[in-house]
């Protein structure tokens, strides 16, 4: 089986534009997170979806917005693009996105905003 | 807000040495994951504590939670190359999001 696959693998866009990454979970996994790492950081959580519901939302402005489909991928959207925004960003998903749950990460989409 | 620290940020050891990360929350986990990525990598899951005191060990790794639920460790015993990476912890108090530490970057030299 695959696992958590993201696309595009790098991105690079220029201020004020907006950007579109894509992430399709490990079958059967219904639930989706999305972080952002900024380098020689941690990752920092931004949504978590579950059932196509928003289930969590971490400390990110409003330019930053998600969603789930019915085949359980996710898209993460960024609007009028800052040069802050150049990270590696992660998708993770897991089976219902319960507190005991292992996150299996994707290789992530390395955006690059000039 | 809650934070996560790591600590130390850098470590250098010889190939053989032992190694240890300590991660430290603000506040009271539920649990606490552990998680290694290589450079130009993304994270792996290494294991998962939940219990207060939990200690577990994968071969060379010991995974300690403390009894406080406040703090844990990740010790590595003769380290080898392809230990090389960050390690992270990542605490899940209440609400469903993870907050990872600030990583321990490991160089192990040969």
């Known amino acids: 089986d695959a696992g958590v696959t993201q696309s595009p693998t790098h991105l690079i866009k220029t201020r004020g534009q907006h950007v579109t990454l894509r992430c399709s979970p490990i079958?059967?996994?219904?639930?989706v997170s999305w972080y952002q790492q900024v380098l020689g950081q941690g990752p920092q959580f931004i949504f978590q979806y579950y059932e196509k519901e928003e289930r969590g939302r971490g400390n990110f402005p409003d330019r930053f917005s998600a969603r789930q489909f019915p085949n359980y991928s996710s898209e993460l959207n960024v609007n009028a693009l800052l040069l802050g925004d150049s990270a590696l960003y992660l998708c993770a998903s897991s089976f219902r996105g319960s507190l005991v749950e292992t996150q299996y990460f994707g290789p992530g989409t390395r955006l690059l905003v000039l | 807000g809650q934070q996560v620290m790591q600590i130390p940020q850098y470590q250098h050891v010889q190939e053989g040495e032992d190694f240890t990360t300590y991660c430290n929350s603000s506040?009271?986990?539920?649990?606490i994951q552990w998680y290694k990525q290589r450079p130009g990598g993304h994270p792996v899951f290494l294991i998962q504590?939940?219990?207060?005191?939990e200690v577990k060990k994968q071969k060379r790794l010991t995974f300690q939670f403390g009894e406080a639920k406040k703090n844990s460790s990740l010790h590595i015993t003769a380290t080898q190359t392809t230990d090389v990476g960050t390690y992270f912890c990542?605490?899940?108090?209440?609400?469903?999001?993870?907050?990872f530490g600030t990583g321990t970057s490991l160089t192990v030299i040969p």
């Open positions: 079958s059967g996994h219904k639930s």
């Open positions: 504590l939940v219990k207060s005191g």
């Open positions: 990542a605490g899940q108090s209440s609400g469903n999001q993870f907050y």
């Open positions: 506040t009271t986990l539920s649990n």
